[in-house]
């Protein structure tokens, strides 16, 4: 594997229900992110992990967590999601932390969400 | 605040047709701008990163610009395989993770033969 992988890559859900996505990044990196991207608006950054530790949160529903449990993998788990949460949500890795400087950050393929 | 916006929102071009991208942000101050295509129902892929005004990069048929209030994405002599949504983003100074990055909604762009 290379890149950034991520898994699954669609999820049909009920508004119950309990899952999780997964996301892995095969590049050495050192921080990871969750982005959700909806039609007609920007990606939209919901966590930042540096070095497996939290450093930005950017008021994400409780609804959904996050997990780094090393610097290669990082997991969001959902449960009870409300129809509005359908959307394709990306993983992405950049090589350094905060405030190291201009980073471009590599992105898996995603997962198609829907919540019925 | 912090502002990231793209134009066109749709363009569509026959092949060979060449034209511009524009991408004009608001920050307090800019510690890099970033150019990334994404295909339909995948990740978007890394094109540039551009640091201060008056740097160029190029890539085949792109090249990426960049003043203090706007970039452009030069596409000459496009093929239809450039069809894709073309995404901005800035990466603030001001910004405390140092790591966020803030994207405009894009521009889709699609090549005719």
């Known amino acids: 594997e290379t890149g950034v992988t991520q898994t699954p890559r669609h999820l049909v859900m009920g508004m119950t229900n309990k899952k999780s996505l997964k996301c892995e990044q095969h590049?050495?990196?050192?921080?990871m992110y969750w982005y959700k991207q909806s039609a007609k608006k920007p990606l939209e950054l919901m966590f930042v992990?540096?070095?497996?530790?939290?450093?930005e949160n950017n008021s994400v529903p409780s609804r959904f967590s996050p997990e780094c449990p090393n610097s290669s993998h990082l997991f969001l788990h959902l449960h009870t999601l409300q129809p509005e949460d359908s959307a394709l949500y990306l993983c992405?890795?950049?090589?350094?932390?905060?405030?190291?400087?201009?980073?471009?950050?590599?992105f898996g393929p995603g997962t198609r969400l829907t919540v019925t | 605040e912090d502002q990231v916006t793209q134009s066109p929102e749709a363009l569509r071009l026959q092949e060979g047709e060449s034209s511009s991208l524009n991408c004009s942000y608001t920050?307090?101050?800019?510690?890099?701008l970033f150019w990334y295509r994404q295909d339909p129902g995948k990740g978007p892929e890394f094109l540039f990163t551009?640091?201060?005004a008056g740097e160029e990069k190029e890539k085949e048929r792109l090249k990426a610009t960049l003043t203090k209030k706007e970039s452009f994405l030069h596409i000459t002599a496009p093929k239809p395989e450039d069809s894709a949504t073309y995404l901005c983003?800035?990466?603030?100074?001001?910004?405390?993770?140092?790591?966020?990055?803030?994207f405009g909604k894009g521009t889709t762009l699609s090549v005719s033969s």
């Open positions: 992405a890795s950049s090589q350094d932390g905060p405030g190291q400087g201009a980073d471009e950050q590599y």
């Open positions: 590049l050495g990196h050192n921080a």
């Open positions: 992990y540096s070095l497996e530790e939290r450093v």
């Open positions: 920050v307090s101050g800019l510690r890099g």
């Open positions: 551009l640091y201060s």
């Open positions: 983003a800035v990466q603030p100074l001001s910004n405390q993770a140092g790591t966020a990055l803030i």
